[in-house]
C-alpha cells in the first residue's frame, strides 16, 4: 500500500477517521501564496484537518 505524502498543512492521512477536507488557511484555497505554489497546501489549496470535537 503506497501512503500518500502529507503537506506541511495536513493534520492526518486522507480518510483518516475523525479528519476532512479543509481550504487552506495560508493561501485561502488558491494554491498560490506571494506569485509561488503555497508550500502548506502543496498548491492544491486543501489541507486534512481534524474535525469534530469533544
Avoid at 38 to 45: K, M
Amino acid at each position: 500500500m503506497t501512503q500518500t505524502p502529507l503537506n506541511p498543512g495536513d493534520e492526518a492521512e486522507p480518510g483518516t477517521p475523525g479528519s476532512g477536507e479543509d481550504l487552506c488557511s495560508v493561501c485561502n484555497g488558491s494554491g498560490n501564496k506571494d506569485g509561488a505554489k503555497c508550500e502548506a497546501c502543496g498548491g492544491t489549496g486543501k489541507v486534512v484537518q481534524g474535525v469534530g470535537g469533544g
